[in-house]
């Protein structure tokens, strides 16, 4: 017993008879004496239904009205829900964003909540209501619609949980949990019972497939144990929580990997003081993020500068790094665009020596040559020839024990 | 140069390019000075595809959710237009129901406008911008949303053209027009005018169709002329005002016909006090409505009393009839289904005696029997066999010389 926030996915409520099947989880969640929130994403296919209408309408359509359009997609499945959960005889309201209380800044299309007044949803409760709202979408004030960008309900969910100090809040899905690796990729994946927010911000490339790292972020601050579990099945899925003494015996908790990366180098830059910022500055500028940089110092006194950024950007990141690499007299520009990023990551790391040199071995075996590495404190990347990608994992997963049984 | 509150239907709405040709449609008028207010509805088609889908989730949908679903179809065009709008060059907002501050009563699925605070809309309106508000849609005092009932757009749009003061408030629709009679079944109708708002009130057969009944109600009250016209060409339609000089001298503005009635007679009913409250009681409390009463005094002391419903409420009150027909020992009861009521109406009526002998005459020429009349102060009803309605109509057109030349 206790105040249960259940959120449910676009592939959950994707027509009625599957909204049906969500109304009989929330029914059995109540009938166990629970208090249940239920926030909900939009149809699965709406919102980018509702994406290509408005490219017809316009080629750069205005932010405001776009968001004014995507919040129908919510709209349409709370009050679906509500509709069956009262026929099923569990008095259910439905919340639009405002009517929730849900403020957020103004920032169109990908706003933050900054306060949810939780008072309506605690009345509703008492009053007893199954409370069902739109996630995704919250008011600025000026009584503006706002979307909180795409995986939005998630961080919705995690929001109205903590505002209303919820016992738990469930986040359905079509997976049924986080796993060791990607299962696609390495057959012998496990699912994780428990992961650290840190481990799951961490591993965002797995990890943004299920959860919009901002509702993890969120979960982090305000303390929200989220669990990850499947609306298909009735299994335990996955608990993402604070850290604790249990998570710190796996020294790592799970193999990523990203090919949406690509390799760009200036070859023997000078070696002057301000040369790196001349070279950021202007691929910043151009809204390049960019993802790993190392600079190797060479005998002559002159470096090699090499970073990585995102296949979508990387033309616009070649064309400004061969302005540059002319100003600043370097020797030429190599890139690589079939490369990928394998990590792993895990909290128990942080107490263990030896990680880097079982990962670069475990590598090394295979002849997987390493071109770069970045590490933060609870992972460790390699930057590696695409091909060997799906490889990469399986052998990492065995060589840090992750392999079931 | 003005105030204008144009209102576009569903069929002028139906699809991005429909939606493309009325963003055309207020640049238009905005460049020829006026500030514009735009009402919207649903996509054509869209608000019953909703119902199907409400009604795929319950036999009875909560009527509360019923109308938040509702209210998404309206939120879809504005938001499309608006985008349309700002993509042209012409700086447009979109206001929903509650935004536009449209507060109505809390009778879901079919709410009334209690008041409209035309604030926002005119500061959006200073600010330069194009406002479009959704049409068919308000919210209570406890933020619920509502919806107005079908053919509620009307309704907003005169609504809000009263709230601000409004020059004029266009209904454009896919008929250019009020007609004297249905194009569809007289080729001699003509396009009227003007047609006072009592006369239209009246023609509820002919004008439902055109506008929702309220909406006339709404704009007598606030004295809002209303431009009936379609959004499909660039001719004038038909002017909704208040009754004028200009009127009185057609003596019928027309001629219309209800084919959904059918009638119900209990013969030799003894003539007693308090027998039309036995009778109508029953039939009231099962929620029928009665239209047309007649009660025959006959000779012998008993009386025949024959009334009219709705085809739909026909069965229901058929059975009711026969139980009260026994309880009051009346002789039997007689029904007839295929009948219709052919009405004329008209202002000049109130100053020209002899218009109810015109068209006795004019039926009674072509053979039409009579069998029930009805009247109030500007229409003349009859009820004839439903096979006649059409010829009724036509001859009744000429009679009073509405056929165009």
Redesign the interface.
């Known amino acids: 017993m206790g105040l249960i926030v259940q959120k449910y996915g676009g592939t959950s409520v994707k027509d009625?008879k599957h909204?049906?099947n969500v109304a009989q989880r929330v029914a059995n969640s109540r009938d166990r004496g629970n208090d249940v929130i239920v926030v909900l994403s939009a149809m699965a296919g709406v919102t980018d239904n509702?994406i290509k209408?408005?490219e017809?309408?316009?080629?750069?359509?205005?932010e405001?009205?776009?968001d004014?359009?995507l919040?129908?997609g919510e709209?349409?499945t709370?009050?679906?829900l509500?509709?069956?959960l009262?026929?099923m005889g569990y008095p259910?309201?439905?919340l639009?964003g405002?009517?929730a209380g849900i403020t957020t800044n103004s920032s169109f299309s990908r706003a933050r909540i900054v306060n949810i007044n939780g008072q309506v949803i605690k009345d509703l409760l008492n009053d007893g209501n199954i409370v069902v709202i739109a996630g995704f979408q919250g008011w600025d004030d000026n009584?503006?619609?706002t979307t909180l960008g795409r995986g939005g309900s998630d961080t919705s969910a995690v929001a109205i949980a903590a505002s209303v100090n919820a016992d738990a809040c469930e986040i359905y899905t079509d997976v049924d949990g986080i796993y060791t690796a990607d299962p696609n990729v390495c057959d012998k994946s496990r699912k994780l019972k428990k992961i650290s927010y840190d481990e799951m911000l961490e591993m965002s490339s797995l990890g943004a497939k299920v959860l919009q790292i901002r509702s993890v972020e969120f979960a982090k601050k305000y303390n929200v144990p989220i669990h990850v579990r499947s609306s298909f099945n009735e299994e335990e899925g996955t608990m993402v929580v604070n850290e604790d003494a249990d998570m710190e015996q796996l020294v790592v908790s799970g193999v990523t990997c990203n090919k949406n990366e690509t390799r760009i180098t200036l070859k023997k830059v000078p070696d002057q003081p301000g040369i790196s910022a001349k070279i950021f500055t202007p691929i910043s500028k151009a809204g390049i993020v960019v993802d790993m940089i190392i600079q190797n110092t060479r005998s002559g006194g002159d470096t090699d500068l090499t970073f990585t950024v995102q296949k979508t950007d990387f033309k616009k990141a070649v064309e400004i790094s061969e302005k540059i690499a002319k100003e600043v007299n370097a020797a030429e520009v190599v890139t690589a665009e079939n490369i990928a990023k394998v990590s792993v990551t895990g909290v128990g790391m942080k107490s263990h020596a030896g990680v880097a040199a079982t990962m670069f071995t475990a590598l090394a075996n295979e002849n997987i040559n390493i071109r770069l590495i970045s590490t933060s404190e609870i992972r460790i990347s390699c930057m590696i020839e695409e091909k060997y990608s799906e490889l990469a994992v399986r052998v990492l997963h065995s060589a840090f024990g992750l392999d079931k049984e």
């Open positions: 009625v909204i049906q509702l209408l408005a017809e309408a316009s080629e750069s359509p205005d405001r009205e776009m004014t359009l919040a129908t709209q349409t709370i009050a679906l509500s509709i069956i009262n026929s259910a309201k439905s639009l405002f009517q009584r503006n619609i």
